[in-house]
């Protein structure tokens, strides 16, 4: 069994530092993922659409990252954690001069076997916020780590 | 770019209707460019040397880039339908190294006529057809 | 009256599977023609989801929706048949190192059946654990075809069963709702509960069937130049 301390589960380490979302982040990543849609792209186009302008794919919520404290406090096994995949419900759009904080719990620890070895799961629950302390995104992030 | 059929509307929405597949050759510089425009400055996803000092065969694409494509073939499947992509989750199978010809693609697995919404399986393959990504999203189309 | 099963899959109960049963009966009653299956058995990892009634969904669908587990020994996983209270207070499913001799042997004298699966799969399958450690006594059936198998796994599996003259199974390992069914199981007798497929895993005539589709070539992409992803 993993051998971890259970009140570690569910306590929020830090919130984040406001992150100022700009239009060129969102055109960075647009390009890096050949993306051409005007919802995303075109701010003329934008405009007349459904979100009244530009808004930032959707999986650009995954890229906003924790903090150093929160790295520090979560729990560690074997060698260093590999991403393993991620749950995630897009609740709002992000949109240019959105400034996002990111706060983070370790929600569930687990053990299994696999191809290479018995691997040891955090799962790290990271909740998106807007400036106006709307929630934009939940994320469940899969950690894991070869023991 | 994209060659995805969209759809256009929830009645027409079928289960077992494919999405794609959508081959892409993934270029060690497009890696490169998703890495940087997120901030990823690990090794692994720049330069191959870096990546095999880490112990892997070579440089390997973001995980998070993995669901970015993904997420786009939802979202090129939604078009201009007002639709929206509600949840995505991913699972990562197999590292996938740049370099190579990745082929994106989905299904329709369920719809929930009340809610106008479904279902859909996705995956990422290699040449050889096997899923190195595979994930599920949910689409909720306008009331 | 044969019956075909898929022996090995997984639905939204196991950590890492989103599919829920209804959209796999769903599914394969919409695809009877390429998946003509008279039912799935729901192989959830490291726990016995007892609770579940899925009565009304096969009610609902005519597909026959039975329930083991997936467990994870010091030579792999097992799959096991036929859980009752007495299996589940002898060994704790969430143990990742449950012992594969006494589960095999004690599953059986319970009642049920553990059948290792995906033999060929590195470190969670018998072949590499034999290559080390003696051989696993009493097994009277593992997995040929698994659905989830990378190049190579399912024909060591095969080779395997080849020399220790085991029965052979076949299941998808569907964590995927669009990849239930593909591989399955034929029994030569009619199988209508859990018991009646302990009963047939252990002494009936079956075979490892696969529907999964021929792959469709898919063309290859032109490398793009890193320039032209610009507006």
Same mark, same amino acid.
Not at chain 2, 46 to 53: F, L, S
Not at chain 3, 63 to 71: F, G, P, R, S, Y
Not at chain 3, 87 to 107: G, H, K, M, S, W
């Given at each position: 069994?993993?051998?971890?301390?259970?009140?570690?589960?569910?306590?929020?380490?830090?919130?984040?530092?406001?992150?100022?979302?700009?239009?060129?982040?969102?055109?960075?990543?647009?390009?890096?993922?050949?993306?051409?849609?005007?919802?995303?792209?075109?701010?003329?186009?934008?405009?007349?659409?459904?979100?009244?302008?530009?808004?930032?794919?959707?999986?650009?919520?995954?890229?906003?990252?924790?903090?150093?404290?929160?790295?520090?406090?979560?729990?560690?096994?074997?060698?260093?954690?590999?991403?393993?995949?991620?749950?995630?419900?897009?609740?709002?759009?992000?949109?240019?001069?959105?400034?996002?904080?990111?706060?983070?719990?370790?929600?569930?620890?687990?053990?299994?076997?696999?191809?290479?070895?018995?691997?040891?799961?955090?799962?790290?629950?990271?909740?998106?916020?807007?400036?106006?302390?709307?929630?934009?995104?939940?994320?469940?992030?899969?950690?894991?780590?070869?023991? | 770019?994209?060659?995805?059929v969209a759809i256009d509307r929830f009645e027409n929405v079928q289960i077992g209707a494919a999405i794609g597949p959508e081959p892409m050759f993934l270029?060690?510089?497009?890696?490169?460019?998703?890495?940087?425009?997120?901030?990823?400055?690990?090794?692994?996803?720049?330069?191959?040397?870096?990546?095999?000092?880490?112990?892997?065969?070579?440089?390997?694409?973001?995980?998070?880039?993995?669901?970015?494509?993904?997420?786009?073939?939802?979202?090129?499947?939604?078009?201009?339908?007002?639709?929206?992509?509600?949840?995505?989750?991913?699972?990562?199978?197999?590292?996938?190294?740049?370099?190579?010809?990745?082929?994106?693609?989905?299904?329709?697995?369920?719809?929930?006529?009340?809610?106008?919404?479904?279902?859909?399986?996705?995956?990422?393959?290699?040449?050889?057809?096997?899923?190195?990504?595979?994930?599920?999203?949910?689409?909720?189309?306008?009331? | 009256?044969?019956?075909?099963?898929?022996?090995?899959?997984?639905?939204?109960?196991?950590?890492?599977?989103?599919?829920?049963?209804?959209?796999?009966?769903?599914?394969?009653?919409?695809?009877?023609?390429?998946?003509?299956?008279?039912?799935?058995?729901?192989?959830?990892?490291?726990?016995?989801? &007892?609770?579940?009634?899925?009565?009304?969904?096969?009610?609902?669908?005519?597909?026959?929706?039975?329930?083991?587990?997936?467990?994870?020994?010091?030579? =792999?996983?097992?799959?096991?048949?036929?859980?009752?209270?007495?299996?589940?207070?002898?060994?704790?499913?969430?143990?990742?190192?449950?012992?594969?001799?006494?589960?095999?042997?004690?599953?059986?004298?319970?009642?049920?059946?553990?059948?290792?699966?995906?033999?060929?799969?590195?470190?969670?399958?018998?072949?590499?654990?034999?290559?080390?450690?003696?051989?696993?006594?009493?097994?009277?059936?593992?997995?040929?075809?698994?659905? =989830?198998?990378?190049?190579?796994?399912?024909?060591?599996?095969?080779?395997?069963?080849?020399?220790?003259?085991?029965?052979?199974? &076949? =299941?998808?390992?569907?964590?995927?709702?669009?990849?239930?069914?593909?591989?399955?199981?034929?029994?030569?007798?009619?199988i209508r509960s859990i018991d009646d497929l302990v009963r047939e895993l252990k002494g009936g005539h079956y075979e490892p069937v696969d529907f999964r589709?021929?792959?469709?070539?898919?063309?290859?992409?032109?490398?793009?130049?890193?320039?032209?992803?610009?507006?």
């Amino acid at each position: 069994m993993v051998d971890y301390d259970p009140t570690l589960i569910g306590k929020v380490f830090e919130i984040t530092e406001p992150v100022l979302v700009t239009p060129e982040m969102i055109r960075e990543f647009c390009e890096a993922l050949g993306e051409t849609n005007p919802l995303y792209t075109d701010a003329e186009a934008a405009k007349n659409g459904p979100y009244g302008g530009i808004i930032a794919p959707p999986s650009f919520a995954v890229t906003f990252r924790n903090g150093r404290h929160f790295f520090q406090n979560i729990p560690r096994f074997g060698r260093a954690g590999f991403d393993a995949g991620k749950d995630v419900e897009f609740v709002a759009p992000l949109r240019p001069g959105d400034k996002v904080t990111l706060n983070s719990s370790v929600k569930e620890i687990y053990e299994k076997t696999g191809r290479s070895g018995t691997m040891v799961f955090v799962v790290v629950r990271s909740t998106l916020k807007n400036q106006r302390g709307e929630v934009v995104a939940h994320i469940d992030h899969r950690f894991m780590h070869r023991t | 770019m994209s060659d995805i059929v969209a759809i256009d509307r929830f009645e027409n929405v079928q289960i077992g209707a494919a999405i794609g597949p959508e081959p892409m050759f993934l270029s060690k510089e497009q890696s490169r460019r998703y890495a940087r425009a997120c901030g990823l400055d690990a090794p692994r996803f720049t330069d191959d040397e870096g990546a095999r000092k880490e112990g892997l065969p070579g440089m390997i694409i973001p995980g998070n880039m993995s669901l970015g494509l993904l997420t786009k073939l939802v979202t090129d499947w939604i078009g201009q339908s007002g639709a929206r992509i509600v949840r995505i989750g991913t699972t990562y199978r197999v590292l996938v190294q740049p370099d190579h010809t990745i082929s994106l693609q989905g299904f329709v697995t369920h719809t929930y006529p009340e809610e106008r919404a479904c279902e859909i399986d996705l995956w990422i393959e290699n040449e050889d057809g096997e899923r190195m990504v595979t994930g599920t999203a949910t689409v909720q189309f306008p009331k | 009256m044969p019956t075909i099963l898929d022996l090995h899959s997984h639905s939204e109960a196991s950590e890492d599977s989103r599919a829920p049963v209804e959209a796999y009966l769903n599914w394969i009653k919409l695809r009877r023609q390429q998946l003509p299956l008279d039912g799935i058995v729901l192989t959830e990892h490291r726990q016995w989801n &007892g609770g579940a009634d899925y009565r009304a969904l096969e009610d609902k669908y005519g597909i026959m929706v039975l329930k083991a587990a997936e467990v994870e020994t010091d030579y =792999g996983h097992v799959l096991v048949f036929g859980v009752n209270d007495d299996i589940t207070a002898r060994f704790d499913f969430a143990n990742v190192r449950l012992p594969a001799q006494e589960l095999i042997d004690e599953v059986a004298r319970m009642g049920g059946l553990a059948v290792p699966c995906h033999p060929g799969r590195p470190n969670v399958g018998l072949v590499e654990h034999y290559e080390r450690k003696p051989a696993l006594e009493n097994v009277v059936a593992v997995e040929r075809l698994n659905g =989830g198998s990378r190049k190579g796994e399912n024909e060591r599996s095969a080779e395997l069963i080849a020399r220790f003259g085991y029965k052979a199974t &076949g =299941g998808s390992d569907s964590h995927l709702v669009s990849l239930i069914g593909l591989c399955a199981t034929r029994f030569e007798a009619a199988i209508r509960s859990i018991d009646d497929l302990v009963r047939e895993l252990k002494g009936g005539h079956y075979e490892p069937v696969d529907f999964r589709p021929r792959r469709p070539e898919v063309r290859r992409a032109e490398p793009v130049e890193a320039s032209s992803h610009r507006g």
